[in-house]
């Protein structure tokens, strides 16, 4: 798999961890008292809000895993030497480049084009000549 199949994979992760994250806090997070004026939320301590306190902590390690393992990607695609300079003018060889094939490919095609009318007319000619009992000339 390329280096940059990898960096999506990984950004999708990175964007489910945080969804899962951001869904279990809001869940599972106790109830808070917005306001004195309001009564103050029952308090059922249970077996979730005992794990409330390490699930947390343990999906936010997953997700700096997650964006360390991203950040060793990104620090692994190859840099472009030179600087944009050196860029620019490789875009221009290859451009050049691009258009001189383009230049043969499109005389090919002329000359595939011609040569698909001869055949045509040949063919024509032949059936001509078949549905009219002629010989050959």
């Known amino acids: 798999m390329d280096i940059i199949s990898q960096l999506q994979e990984k950004v999708d992760q990175i964007a489910i961890l945080a969804v899962n994250t ?13 306001s004195p004026n309001y009564p103050e939320p029952p308090s059922n301590p249970t077996e979730d809000t005992e794990n409330f306190t390490e699930l947390p902590k343990l999906m936010s390690a997953e997700l700096v ?53 001869q055949v045509q007319e040949l063919y024509s000619q032949a059936a001509d000549n078949c549905l009219n009992m002629k010989k050959p000339d």
């Open 22 to 34: 951001f869904g279990n806090l809001q869940r599972d997070a106790p109830p808070v008292r917005l």
């Open 65 to 117: 895993k997650a964006a360390k393992q991203f950040d060793a990607l990104v620090n692994a695609l190859p840099l472009g030497e030179g600087g944009e300079e050196a860029q620019l003018k490789r875009i221009a060889e290859l451009q050049a480049e691009n258009d001189a094939i383009g230049q043969e490919l499109q005389k090919q095609l002329e000359a595939a084009e011609k040569e698909l009318k």
